[in-house]
Each structure stands twice: as C-alpha cells, then as structure tokens.
C-alpha cells in the first residue's frame, strides 16, 4: 500500500465540477456528467448446525455498477462509435459485434479548483450497453441536447501514482 503525504493546509473536499474522462490514451471532449463509481459485495450468511440461532456473515461475490457518461451534442463521433462496436446496424451478418475491441479501460480524473491532478481511478473492461444519441426536443426549453453512453464495466481501482500536489499559493502585487 502505498503512502500517502497530506496537504496540511486543504481544509476542503474537493469539489465535483472539475473532472476528464480518457480512453484509448485520449480525453473525451465535453464530458458534463459522470454518474458515481459504486461497488456492492453480496452478503453470505451461513451457520454451524450446532450454533445458536444467529447467522454468520462472510463477503461473496462483488458487483461493479454501470457508469454513464453525459455530454452535449456536438460533431464528435467517440460516443456513437464505440456505442456502434457492441452493435453496428446494417454492417451485415458476422459482423454485427465488433469483438476485437468493443472493451475499452478508461481513466476518470478528478482536479482541485487550481486545475491540479488529484485523484484518478482506471475503470477496467467497459463496453458501451446503451447509447442515446439525442435527448428529447423541445422548441419551447431552452437547454443543451445531451448524449450519453452508459458502460458496464469489470472493477475499477484508484490509480495510488496520483499524489496530492502542492497547492499554489498566490502573493500580492507590491
């Protein structure tokens, strides 16, 4: 486990506005949302025949819920390809699935109000098991047209190489 160095002078969490999404070595242009990273492990009770009347626990198997990414509509086609490599319409029978590289790993970053490298988790083995390419419309709103792609993944880890920088600290002009 590695060690960790605190930052004696952050009071404050940090924030959930400052954040990139990258895969294939890249950043993902325009991501606005992305829903919360979440493991359960499932709860085996067993018991002895001879014990009382109460349970014991143990830790079973542990599930990785989806993650969905949101952004607004733009010309950017990372979304609707990837989306496309599960499924492609119309790409003709045995080719339907894109099985070579439909997974992708992905990196969520998270950044402190300076713009620092804070935190980061890799997210291991996503594919993309829905897509929406258009949100509803609506001439009388006036809001962004979202897309989204929600990914099923195998686990994620936090990548423990992402330390707590030094935060800058700004001096007042003479």
Sequence with gaps: ?????????????????????????????????????????????????????????????????????????THDTEFEKWANKVWNFGSGLGAETSLKDFRKDITIELYNEAGQLVIAYNVFRCWVSEFQALSDLDANANAVAIQHIKLENEGWERDYAVTEPSEPSFTEPS
Aim: glycine share 8%; charged share 30%.
């Design 1 to 73: 486990m590695p060690q960790f160095t605190v930052n004696a002078q952050r009071f404050d969490p940090y924030k959930n506005f400052k954040f990139r999404v990258k895969w294939d070595g890249r950043y993902v242009a325009g991501v606005s949302k992305v829903s919360m990273l979440k493991k359960t492990t499932e709860v085996v009770k067993h018991r002895d025949g001879g014990d009382p009347s109460s349970s014991r626990k143990s830790p079973g198997r542990t599930e990785f819920d989806a993650i969905t990414l949101e952004r607004g509509v």
